[in-house]
Each structure stands twice: as C-alpha cells, then as structure tokens.
C-alpha cells in the first residue's frame, strides 16, 4: 500500500486526510445536525483526526530525518502555521482557525516522535487524563494575561484553554497517530481491518453510552468521553482508510481527487477560510443570510475542494509544485523540499 511515487506516503492515509477535510466542511457549513444528528459528529472528528494524522506524518519524517533537522524544520513549519493562522483569523471568517494550535503541536510532536511506542502511550494516557482538570486550573491565570495584554496569554490559549481547541488534548490523538503510523508500516491487511472493526465498534459503543448515560454529550469540553469517542472515531475513519485503498491499489484513478485533497489539505483549509471570509462580508448586501450554514455553501466547498486538487494534480502533478501552493511554499522554506 506504499505509494512509491509519492515519496513513500501511504494513500490511506491520504485518503484520512480527505475525510477530515470533508468532515471540517460539514463541520463548518451544515444547516443542520441531519438525521438523528449525525451530522454533529463532524464537530467530535475533524480536530482530532487532523492532530492524528499529523502525529502520523511526524513519524513519517523521522524515518527519514535525524532529530536535529527534523526539529529545525518543526520551528519553521510551526512558526509559519502560526503566523499564517493569526493572519487569516483577520479576515472575518466565522470559524475558530485551528492553524496555530496545529503548528504548536507539530512543534512539539518532533522531539515525542523519537519516543518508544509505550512512552508515547503513556503520554497519551496522561493527556486524555488531564486535559478537561488543564482547562480549569489555568482559566484564571490566562484570564488575567488577557487583561494584562500580556503574549503568555496566546500561550494558555493555545495550550490550554481555547475555546475550540487545546494543544494538550490534541497531543493525545498525536502521540496514538505517531503509534498506529508505526503499525501501518509493518502489519497487513489484516492489521487494518482489526483497527477499524475496533475503531468502529468501540465509537458506536461510546455513543450509545453518551445517549443513555450521560446528560449532554458536547464537543470541545476535552471531557475524558468526548475524548475516547473521538479518537474511536479517528481511529475507525483510518482503519477503513486503508482498507479502502489496498480495494483500489490496482485501480488508483479512481480515488485520484480524493487523494489529492488529502495531500494538499493546507491549501484547501485556507481557501475555505477566504471563501467564508468573502461570504461573511458581500453575503448581506446580495441579500443572502449573514451566516453561511447552508447545504449549497457546504456541498460548494466539497467540490470546489476536490475539483481544485485534482485539477492542480493533473496540470502540475509532475511539477515541483505538486504537492500544492501552500504545501509547496511550507514544504521549501522548512527544509523538506
């Protein structure tokens, strides 16, 4: 399952990364939760899918860089997706950007990556335990960094104590993508289907719990079952992944604009960001509702996604620009071009 001509990448992964684009547009757009909520479950997937894939990607790389190089392009891919991060977040979309908090953890995944498989569980288990207590015991002391205008307080928030997001419970689906990315490399088919038979089986157990036991079930809380839920879930949508592209290896055209915007992810968050900022300002004086939830606003952004991955694939796929605008940009600058 190796793409040998994608410099090793493995297209299940590829196509993981698809599903969480997919997913942080349904996210973003659904006018609704859609039947029995389903919908909803977007908001449980698509943060900690991304985190663990890019623990994945970081295990990647360190079996083709040393620590020290790898870490020197971790400080400049994390500098430049933060600074890109604040820079979109002016520009008046209606989304809470996840970019600085992902390039603080890639920064931070490229020393924990060349930990053994049971540290990096460990660390897993530790997070997921603490993440929900991190939150509460440093609201205040980022409240008052807030107030004082002092820069720690970025730090809290991306750390700790974002609204959204938190780099602590994030590390928790990073250090398990790193593991199951050291799996991928060695186990088979059989390896694949037990990961999403599991993931699958374990993410309806979970929400049949959240139904019956639990008063309100809600994202972003970094409670320990919002958590497990979703890194079952991540765990599942991976599994099936790969699974789906060894059915297709012999007939790859088929998932090409699938793939393809699953290796330019980067470019395609942005251009979303820049599609909701342009609706966010023109939407009312053309008439049209101040908030872009709608279905023709979430399927447009699908298509628009695959559409322009495959055609930039098709036209510049045997360019030095294949791996897309931004990816390409990041991908030089940080030393991996």
Known sequence: MPDHSGA????GIDLARCIALISMFVAHTAPTGGPAGLLNLSEFLTAPLFALLLGASAFYSSQRMGFPSLFASSVVRAIALIA????????????DIVLQYLGLLSLIMAPLVFLPAWALGALAVACWWWAAPARTYF??????????GSYTAYLYDWAFTGHSYQVLTLLTYACLGAILAAGLESWG?????????AGTGLTGLLFWYSRTAVPEFLPYTSSRLEIGFSLSACLAVVGWSC???RVFSQGEGFLAPLVAAGRMTLSLYVLQIAVLAAYSVYAVGYGLPARADSWPMM??????ALLFAWAWQRFLGHTFLRRGPLETALAWVSGRG
């Open 8 to 11: 090793g990448r493995i297209i």
């Open 84 to 95: 890109l991060g604040l820079y979109i977040s002016s520009w008046g979309a209606q989304v």
């Open 139 to 148: 609201a205040a002391d980022a409240a008052q960094a807030t107030l004082n």
């Open 189 to 197: 088919a059989v390896g694949d289907a037990a990961v999403a038979v």
């Open 243 to 245: 699974l789906l592209a």
């Open 299 to 304: 399927f447009g952004l699908i298509v628009l």
